[in-house]
């Protein structure tokens, strides 16, 4: 059903007392700000495919650009459209840039347009510091003015710091989470609010705030079908 409510993830504390209680997501609304951030192993992978394939399903003529710098979790998608690998993700990229400056000059409604960037400062530190920059520029100006343009914005990394984003940048993804065990210096970046709260989660449990309020604690599920959900986001990435 293309409403476009997705559902990402359950509330850990409902979980705890054998109570489903899912949060949910309205992607028909201005322009989601993701950012995903954990170490490796912690479930990111599993959030962003969950939430890519959900936003397939649910939200119609959809189409995802997906930035897959270490061409592993997402090498199934291999041949679709918009699924950008090693060093053509700058294609992808200046693609979706290029969409989205044309989109600037007009007001109009859109079909809506997805930038996955999967572990963002591996693929930023593949470049010389010029072209760093000149990405860092781009990324601030796609999170500060697409949001009314039927775009939304994910980014996961495993440590978001502050050098990896023009000043300010990274104060606009409106939506954070956190997974596992994230580092002292990681919590202190983005959920510097909760820094006594939060504690070591297994894999898949984290923790999620909105504009920097309202903590809460999450749980990733496992897909029941995992075929079904790389058909999903096949069918958004070369749509």
Sequence with gaps: MADGIIKPFV??????YGVTKWLEWDMKKDGYRILISGPSGSGKTTLAQGVLSKISRH????????LDYKNVD??????AKR?????????????????????LKQNATY??????IDEYPSWLLSFPAKEQKEIMSKMARLLNLSRAKQIHIIVSAQKPLAEFF??????????????????KETINMLMPNYK????TCPTGVGYYTVNDASLTKIRVPFPHNVKAMHDDLWSAVNR
């Design 11 to 16: 509330n850990e504390n409902y979980w705890q």
């Design 111 to 116: 079909n809506w347009l997805i930038l996955y």
């Design 166 to 183: 023009s000043v300010g940048s990274r104060e606009s993804f409106s939506f954070k989470v956190l997974l596992q065990s994230p580092s």
């Design 59 to 66: 939200l119609s003529s959809c189409e995802i650009f997906l």
């Design 83 to 103: 699924y950008f690998k090693h060093d053509g993700c700058l294609e992808g990229f200046t693609q979706f840039y290029d969409i989205f400056e044309e989109r």
């Design 196 to 199: 006594d709260e939060i504690v």
């Design 74 to 79: 997402f090498a199934y998608l291999e041949g």
